[in-house]
């Protein structure tokens, strides 16, 4: 479990630098996308189903486009599905009062609201993933400095995010040394988990040690800098205002009944 | 305890990414006052210390499940409350981006429940007033523990409240608190118990990392607790403020929100209060929502009035529409990507 979200991370990490026309696109108009996408979403009513449906229509532009695998991203979802769905269950339970029929089996609103909710996280969460699997998250940190964000958090990413892979195979190493002297159970206890962390704290802050005078000697004056130029062009400004006129169009506007009684007209 | 997207709405999700965001802001400011430059990769290092400690399970005494790190407590403890919470921000931001735990909006959430209670609640109030320099490590753990308990069952309470004002779960409130409260007692007491014993163990092999912790960046006077206090304060009051905003837009949300389910546009038009609603609502809500009167909707409207019997015929037209978009979105994606595997 441990190596194969070790995996994950990595393979997150590399997709978000492919080539592609979404992938070009400045982290900042993505951001903000994702966020407007969010939020749309989020605003629905509780009992809200058929308004949700049209939104499905960018995470699978994002993902036909973008070339990313679907498999995976739908793996990363299932995994954190449980908190939505353990405290949407409770709805159908609760909420009883029939509200409506579908092909003459009655629904209530309990199951109406439940169902919403996950539609809400399918499209939250996979949005959320596909925007770290288009962009690079050294982009991602420009774009929130560039919006305004601390200094010193965005740095404190970045650092982060650079010694999250080194520490991470070292605590690798440390966990797999652990299992291999402890035979099942024994050994797997919090005391030697905390003596296990203690170790790995202290080599921590040796490194951090190492690293701080390796940047010293390079120059470090307490801000870091960015090689990579990112420029806001038109095509960014283009696929932002784009996004939210449609997001607009997909809330304000009942899409699926239009769509529901055009063909009822035309058949 | 990842609180999630789906279970926000926008006003609550909002007041709680401006909270998170105006501690993230006050901490930096405090952080550029006093901090030399040797604590940046210091404190990078240590948030990927955290994040890789999470991952490294254990085996709770007695009940042979697992349990992880939540981490909160030990960066308070660590660093100095201002540049714990920066760090424990980093960490779940992180986590919200690659492994999409809880999401983007509920990101202001997660922040606030994990990382305001441990650094600026837990640790002045309760383990900086019991623990000194000298104090035994017992006095530490029993410090390290009430502290731990205390964080997480305030980040618990949060959760619930967020969920609640949000409105899109039915749990009702009593429900909801003895179901959270009590699983968190234990992961409190477990998170204080490895909290405890790490920081005992650093005390024992590198004393001086603590003391340096301590001194470096004191809760320097106590205006400063009294300024975060105030701030608390405030968010609390704004947090109020955003649930009567709700509370009234949408007394209850399915007298409106029903007759649109199967794609029924308008509200059926009751005159009193369902228009006084429906204008109160179009005014507060965060984006108008579509509720709105369509020139060729009237016809439609006229079976909502009975809403429990769904009249058949728009109910089918609902279904088939909600059919036809989906088919559509997917197609698209379909045909993008064959396209795309052609010319490659």
Redesign the interface.
């Known amino acids: 479990m441990?190596d194969s979200?070790?995996f994950n991370?990595g393979y997150?990490d590399t997709l978000s630098y492919r080539d592609t026309a979404i992938h070009r696109l400045d982290p900042r108009a993505k951001l903000l996308a994702?966020?407007l996408f969010?939020?749309?979403?989020?605003?629905f009513?509780?009992?809200?189903?058929?308004?949700l449906?049209?939104f499905?229509?960018f995470p699978?532009?994002l993902?036909?486009?973008a070339?990313i695998p679907v498999r995976f991203i739908m793996k990363?979802?299932l995994?954190?599905s449980s908190?939505?769905f353990f405290?949407?269950i409770?709805?159908p339970a609760?909420?009883r009062?029939?509200?409506?029929?579908?092909f003459g089996v009655p629904v209530s609103?309990?199951w109406?609201?439940f169902l919403?909710?996950?539609?809400?996280?399918l499209l939250?969460?996979t949005s959320?993933?596909l925007?770290?699997a288009t962009t690079s998250?050294p982009g991602?940190c420009h774009a929130l400095q560039k919006l305004g964000?601390?200094?010193?958090?965005v740095?404190?990413?970045?650092?982060?995010?650079?010694?999250?892979f080194?520490?991470?195979e070292?605590?690798m190493r440390?966990?797999r040394a652990r299992d291999m002297r402890s035979f099942g159970?024994k050994g797997?206890?919090?005391?030697?988990?905390?003596?296990?962390?203690?170790t790995?704290?202290?080599r921590?802050?040796e490194?951090?040690?190492r690293?701080?005078q390796a940047?010293?000697s390079r120059g470090?004056?307490?801000r870091l800098h960015s090689v990579r130029p990112y420029r806001f062009s038109g095509a960014d400004a283009a696929f932002l205002l784009s996004t939210a006129a449609a997001l607009?169009l997909f809330?304000?506007?009942?899409?699926?009944?239009?769509?529901?009684?055009l063909?009822?007209r035309a058949f | 305890?990842?609180?999630?997207?789906?279970?926000?709405?926008?006003a609550v999700?909002?007041t709680f990414w401006a909270g998170t965001l105006g501690t993230?802001?006050y901490?930096?400011?405090k952080?550029?006052e006093n901090?030399d430059?040797?604590m940046?990769?210091?404190?990078?290092?240590?948030?990927?210390?955290i994040?890789?400690?999470q991952?490294?399970?254990?085996?709770?005494?007695g009940t042979g499940s697992?349990g992880h790190?939540g981490g909160g407590m030990i960066l308070a403890i660590?660093l100095g409350p201002y540049a714990g919470f920066?760090?424990m921000?980093?960490?779940l931001?992180?986590q919200?981006?690659?492994?999409?735990?809880?999401?983007?909006?509920a990101l202001g959430c997660n922040i606030w429940n994990l990382g305001i209670y441990p650094c600026f609640i837990a640790y002045p109030l309760i383990y900086k007033a019991l623990v000194r320099d000298d104090s035994p490590p017992k006095r530490i753990t029993i410090a390290a523990m009430i502290s731990g308990i205390v964080a997480l069952q305030l980040g618990a309470f949060s959760v619930v409240i967020e969920?609640l004002l949000s409105?899109?779960?039915?749990?009702?409130f009593r429900?909801f608190v003895l179901m959270m409260q009590p699983i968190h007692l234990g992961i409190g007491i477990?998170e204080g118990?490895?909290t405890a014993?790490?920081i005992n163990?650093?005390r024992a092999?590198?004393p001086e990392?603590l003391q340096s912790a301590a001194s470096g960046r004191p809760l320097s006077a106590r205006v400063s607790i009294k300024r975060v206090f105030i701030g608390l304060l405030i968010v609390a009051a704004l947090t109020g403020g955003a649930l009567s905003w709700f509370a009234s837009a949408?007394p209850d949300?399915?007298e409106?929100?029903?007759a649109?389910?199967?794609?029924?546009?308008e509200l059926p038009e009751k005159g009193g209060i369902a228009t006084a609603l429906q204008s109160v609502q179009k005014k507060t809500?965060?984006?108008?929502?579509?509720s709105?009167k369509?020139p060729d909707g009237a016809e439609?409207g006229r079976g909502g009035a009975s809403?429990?019997a769904?009249e058949p015929?728009t109910?089918?037209?609902?279904?088939?529409?909600?059919a036809?978009?989906?088919a559509a979105?997917?197609l698209?994606?379909?045909?993008?990507?064959a396209l795309?595997r052609k010319s490659a």
């Not at chain 1, 969010?38 to 605003?43: F, G, K």
């Not at chain 1, 740095?155 to 999250?164: A, D, E, G, H």
């Not at chain 2, 809500?285 to 579509?290: E, I, M």
């Open positions: 441990f979200e070790y991370l997150l994702t966020l969010i939020v749309t979403v989020v605003s009513p509780k009992y809200e189903i058929a308004g449906l049209p499905f229509l699978v532009l993902f036909a486009l070339d990363k979802v995994l954190v908190f939505a405290i949407g409770f709805n609760i909420d009062r029939i509200v409506s029929s579908f609103g309990g109406i609201s919403s909710i996950m539609m809400k996280f939250t969460i959320a993933l925007l770290i998250f991602i964000m601390p200094e010193v958090f740095s404190q990413l970045l650092f982060l995010y650079r010694y999250l080194v520490l991470t070292e605590t440390l966990v159970k797997t206890g919090m005391r030697s988990f905390a003596h296990l962390i203690g790995l704290f202290l921590t802050v490194r951090a040690e690293i701080y940047m010293l470090f004056s307490g607009y809330r304000a506007h009942d899409v699926v009944g239009a769509v529901g009684r063909s009822m | 305890m990842h609180m999630a997207d789906a279970l926000l709405s926008p999700g909002a993230i802001g901490c930096a400011k952080l550029k901090m430059d040797k940046v990769p210091l404190m990078g290092v240590l948030g990927a210390f994040f890789a400690a991952m490294i399970n254990f085996t709770i005494p697992s790190l660590l920066i760090v921000a980093s960490v931001t992180i919200a981006f690659f492994f999409a735990d809880g999401g983007l909006l969920t409105g899109r779960s039915e749990l009702p429900t477990v118990f490895v014993a790490v163990f650093i092999s590198r990392i949408n949300g399915l409106w929100s029903i649109k389910v199967f794609g029924r546009p809500a965060f984006l108008p929502d579509y709105f369509k439609e809403w429990p769904v015929g109910s089918v037209s609902g279904i088939v529409g909600s036809l978009v989906l979105v997917f698209i994606g379909l045909l993008i990507r795309r």
